[in-house]
């Protein structure tokens, strides 16, 4: 976990509020990429829960990650406005770009690639979030243009 | 002084066609003419179809433009903001805009004129969301004052039960006698919950109405508490929705500021209070059980039914939970009084729907209507008929649980009692236009896989029966169908139907039931080995599905 990402600074914007449980945890993947052990163990402390119930939350929703990301994470819609729209020709392009299936992490470390459900901009489909940024209206050749250039910034 | 106000459409769709930069090029060309003193340039909601976004509206002109380019937007500025001569090759048709989209109907109902209205959306892409006085300038928390100041509660709970407005989030229920639910009992604390978890595949209607005007759901929801005698109010927006929370959370404090949510509310000695809870990432919250846990911060799992959240629920208090659309509508009722919002849509389901349009018809995007309007119009009217070559083959209702109907449906009035009676249901509003290239068999497949990834796994029925289905699917797909799977579709759909713990569960079976009852046909031809449609791609006897990260 970066050193820059502080717990208990995330867990005092919350007030240590039980009920901000999702709310920390979401915060806290955002900024370091993942929740680690020891944010468990921190956050579980904390807030007075049992780290089982911690872990149990975390696990529970699809923005909190128990796993390291790559440095981008790629998020591809893969409901059926987005399928109806052209999103199988998308899946192949990003797995074939990438060289990598859906569920993994590049072996550098750079992408990570994932599919999520309906992010609410099916009027452009198919769309893919990269990092926080919504892409719709993909074609094969803007999926290779999105990826040379998100992947070309430092 | 500031002369003009510059509002570039700023909702996801528009940034991803490129908003950021065509704000940028004004700005800049703002400055190179030294007019960035005198004019504002801010981010404003979408309002119109996707194709002509991002648009740039000026004010005080009320004159849009769109698709803007970063290039037309620097144009924009040197024509119309320094030599003050409007573009008329960028402005947006006005048959995209708010309203004046009219049109004639089709046989049986000559003679009869309806355009778009509207009721929810009027102030998105109009105002700035960001300025609480652009709101109260377009009659914002005038029905707030006009409640707390010369209404009685009970008063305030009777309009809105004599308006005849239902939930907005899919069931339809009517949203006067939940409140009525809440108001007669007896414990002291109630609550006010927002569901702006919208989740259901296709359906952004709420996302825009959160980012294009935000305070009409926070009016709406003190109304809401005023009428039940709540003093708290909770919105419980899903994770991804980033840019409608920040513009929420700005709306409270600006609403706070100005006194009219808060601490005694416009001097009436009403009080309430809103807050925002953001969710993670998970569709089952937005089952108001489940929505209710995942704010108390537990795992989003429904809880059982009844008692209902009336009687017990955030907190073990009474609780209205409530969908935006419903709490936006609220405002307008109040102010224009039961007997107007009657006027609007059928006897049955007064007012207006918000849907969103999508898949293959020429225009997708956002319309309201009133209630009653047919498939057939708004593919017509206002999506702008079907793509290039395509003909109308399905169209799913009501995001991903929602029914799969047929073309003869394409004449029923859409409205929540008229669908139900023909065995559809209108659900969020979602409307996914399929041409008759798709395969429904191969869309089955892509519903139910969302349905496995979303079943939270508490019931048996739902948990299996959507790995079943998905299995079953898979198998028709590939051509490796048996001869039993059309009645284990049946089975194991009807089941989850009859027995599943929560409402997702209990509709997530729809799309295969209506699939089976109106394309019977073209599932059967799967089992041998042909699909009509010519999607699904046959592999009869070698390959076997591999299981994993599989498109499918």
Same mark, same amino acid.
């Not at chain 2, 041409?435 to 349905?451: E, K, M, Q």
């Given at each position: 976990m970066p050193e820059s990402v502080n717990v208990e600074h995330i867990i005092e914007k919350y007030g240590g509020d039980r009920e901000a449980l999702v709310e920390i945890l979401r915060d806290v993947s955002q900024a370091a990429g993942y929740v680690t052990p020891e944010a468990i163990a921190t956050i579980a402390q904390r807030l007075g829960l049992p780290q089982s119930q911690v872990h149990s939350v975390a696990s529970f929703y699809s923005l909190i990650s128990l796993k390291p990301q790559g440095k981008h994470v790629i998020r591809f819609c893969q409901d059926a406005p987005c399928h109806v729209a052209g999103g199988r020709e998308i899946w192949e392009t990003l797995e074939r770009e990438l060289g990598i299936p859906f569920g993994t992490t590049t072996a550098d470390g750079k992408w990570t690639l994932l599919t999520t459900s309906c992010i609410g901009a099916c009027s452009v489909g198919p769309v893919m979030l990269v990092d926080d940024t919504i892409y719709g209206n993909l074609t094969p050749d803007r999926v290779r243009e999105i990826l040379a250039q998100v992947g070309g910034e430092a | 002084m500031i002369r003009a106000t510059v509002l570039v459409s700023g909702d996801p769709q528009s940034l991803g066609r490129g908003a950021e930069a065509v704000k940028l090029a004004i700005e800049a060309e703002l400055a190179f003419y030294g007019l960035d003193k005198e004019i504002e340039v801010g981010f404003g909601g979408g309002t119109t179809r996707a194709e002509m976004l991002p648009t740039v509206s000026i004010y005080?002109?009320?004159?849009?433009?769109g698709p803007v380019r970063p290039t037309d937007g620097a144009f924009i500025v040197e024509e119309h903001l320094y030599k003050g001569r409007i573009v008329e090759h960028l402005l947006v048709p006005p048959d995209a805009l708010v309203s004046g989209r009219l049109a004639s109907l089709p046989a049986g109902k000559e003679g009869k004129r309806y355009a778009e209205k509207r009721i929810v959306l009027r102030r998105v892409g109009v105002i700035d969301p960001y300025n609480?006085?652009?709101?109260?300038?377009?009659?914002?928390?005038?029905?707030?004052?006009?409640?707390?100041?010369?209404?009685?509660?009970?008063?305030?709970l009777n309009v809105v039960r004599?308006? #005849? %407005?239902?939930?907005?989030?899919? *069931?339809?229920? &009517?949203? #006067? %006698?939940?409140?009525?639910?809440? *108001?007669?009992? &007896?414990?002291?604390v109630r609550y006010v919950v927002c569901n702006a978890d919208e989740s259901e595949p296709g359906t952004f209607k709420d996302r825009m109405i959160l980012e294009g005007d935000p305070h009409a759901v926070l009016e709406g929801m003190a109304l809401a508490g005023y009428a039940v005698g709540a003093h708290e109010g909770w919105i419980y927006i899903r994770g991804e929705y980033v840019l409608s929370k920040e513009r929420l959370e700005r709306a409270i404090r600006q609403a706070e500021e100005l006194g009219v949510l808060g601490d005694n509310i416009m001097g009436s000695g009403f009080s309430f209070h809103i807050h925002v809870h953001a969710g993670a990432g998970a569709y089952v919250c937005g089952e108001e059980t489940a929505l209710l846990e995942s704010m108390e911060g537990k795992r989003g799992i429904p809880r059982i039914r009844p008692p209902y959240p009336t009687v017990y629920g955030y907190h073990g208090m009474p609780t209205v939970v409530n969908n935006v659309e419903t709490l936006a509508?609220?405002?307008?009722?109040?102010?224009?009084?039961?007997?107007?919002?009657?006027?609007?849509?059928?006897k049955r389901c007064p007012g207006t729907k918000v849907y969103t349009i999508m898949g293959d018809v020429q225009n997708t995007g956002v319309i309201e209507m009133p209630m009653g309007?047919?498939?057939r119009e708004v593919i017509e009217i206002y999506g702008g008929g079907m793509k290039e070559g395509k003909t109308f083959k399905a169209a799913q209702t009501g995001g991903s649980s929602g029914s799969i109907i047929p073309p003869d449906f394409l004449d029923t009035p859409m409205d929540y009692a008229s669908m139900a009676e023909k065995g559809a249901g209108l659900g969020s509003g979602a409307l996914l236009i399929c041409?008759?290239?798709?395969?429904?068999?191969?869309?089955?497949?892509?519903?139910?896989?969302?349905?496995k990834a979303e079943s939270c796994g508490k019931c048996t029925p739902c948990r299996i029966g959507t790995t079943r289905l998905l299995e079953t699917f898979n198998r028709l797909r590939l051509g490796q169908g048996k001869a039993e799977d059309l009645a284990v579709l049946e089975s194991v759909a009807q089941n989850m139907f009859k027995t599943s713990f929560c409402g997702l569960g209990q509709a997530a079976p729809t799309p295969v039931l209506t699939a089976l009852r109106f394309f019977r046909d073209e599932i059967a031809a799967h089992l041998d080995g042909h699909c009509p449609a010519g999607v699904c791609a046959m592999h009869p006897v070698t390959e076997a599905p591999k299981t994993r990260h599989q498109y499918v």
């Open positions: - | 005080p002109e009320g004159v849009v433009y609480i006085e652009d709101y109260v300038a377009h009659d914002g928390y005038f029905a707030l004052g006009q409640a707390v100041t010369t209404m009685t509660p009970a008063e305030v004599e308006s #005849g %407005l239902q939930g907005r989030g899919g *069931a339809g229920f &009517p949203t #006067g %006698l939940k409140w009525s639910f809440v *108001a007669s009992r &007896p414990e002291p509508n609220v405002p307008p009722i109040i102010l224009n009084g039961a007997a107007w919002y009657r006027t609007l849509g059928t309007v047919t498939l041409g008759n290239d798709t395969c429904i068999v191969d869309l089955a497949s892509v519903l139910l896989r969302f349905f």
